[in-house]
Nanobody, 124 residues
Framework: QVQLVESGGGLVQAGGSLRLSCAAS????????MGWFRQAPGKEREFVAA????????LYADSVKGRFTISRDIVKNMVYLQMIRLKPEDAAVYYC?????????????????WGQGTQVTVSS
């Protein structure tokens, strides 16, 4: 079991930055691949970024490449999403997710545990 709690969301102007945090607990966190997803009103939940359990490899959605960075601190049981140059279209509820499996994935159905989400609002 892995429990996830996101924080760090808020209101930011376009072009600004935010860092989301995900606090994890549970025996399998250190061996779980971690991902960030987001869901805007009326839209499907979409992949944002993922990181391998070891931190050795990452994946990003094309829409955030070069602007978002995912990282993890296994000692602190934390996962982060640093977001810069935010755009109005980045506004959504952001979810942290954990996957127990062989590879990192970009599909939400492949993830086993989810946090409650944190709201990011970007004003133009």
């Amino acid at each position: 079991q892995v429990q996830l709690v996101e924080s760090g969301g808020g209101l930011v102007q376009a072009g600004g930055s935010l860092r989301l945090s995900c606090a994890a607990s549970g025996r399998t966190f250190s061996s779980s691949h971690m991902g960030w997803f987001r869901q805007a009103p009326g839209k499907e939940r979409e992949f944002v970024a993922a990181i391998r359990w070891s931190g050795g490899s990452t994946l990003y959605a094309d829409s955030v490449k070069g602007r978002f960075t995912i990282s993890r601190d296994i000692v602190k049981n934390m996962v982060y999403l640093q977001m810069i140059r935010l755009k109005p279209e980045d506004a959504a509820v952001y979810y942290c997710a954990a996957r127990v499996g062989m590879e990192i994935k970009t599909t939400s159905s492949e993830y086993d545990y989810w946090g409650q989400g944190t709201q990011v609002t970007v004003s133009s």
